[in-house]
């Protein structure tokens, strides 16, 4: 297990934005991480009515950027190039509102394809073995 104080420096998100909390298992091909932030009143993708399960689009990329940064840390780089997200496909979300769900998110994301320009990851996340949301991302990074 990989505590949040091992990997937040790695990945762009920081504050109550950092969605995750611990990564229980990773390796070359997939990232396994919880997050109990969903049931935060000070979530910042929070809106008026709760969490709306869209958002777990967001827990799925910030899985994948981490995956990316610990793959690239591997590797022997010291930062992989930010990414932009630039497309969402074939995203079910299977509730409407989350922040009531007691406990912590189980966020899976898997590594479709990566290479220096672009990675495409396909997203599951589910609570106490309920599948909440799930589909595919991919991100582009640009040249800086």
């Not at 396994?32 to 967001?58: C, F, K, M, Q, T």
């Not at 394809?113 to 595919?136: E, K, M």
Request: charged residues 20%; negative net charge.
């Amino acid at each position: 297990m990989l505590d949040k104080t091992d990997w937040t420096h790695l990945i762009p998100h920081a504050g109550a934005m950092c969605l995750l909390d611990a990564v229980l298992a990773w390796d070359e091909r997939s990232i396994h991480a919880i997050s109990a932030g969903h049931a935060r009143a000070d979530n910042p993708l929070r809106g008026p009515h709760g969490l709306h399960a869209v958002h777990l689009a967001e827990y799925g990329a910030q899985a994948m950027a981490l995956h990316g940064a610990l793959r690239a840390r591997a590797a022997g780089m010291t930062a992989q190039r930010p990414g932009l997200l630039v497309s969402l496909r074939e995203v079910r979300l299977n509730a409407e509102y989350v922040e009531r769900l007691a406990g912590h998110l189980d966020v899976q994301a898997e590594c479709l394809h990566a290479d220096d320009c672009s990675a495409q990851y396909a997203f599951r996340v589910a609570h106490h073995g309920v599948l909440l949301a799930s589909g595919r991302a991919a991100v582009i990074h640009p040249e800086t």
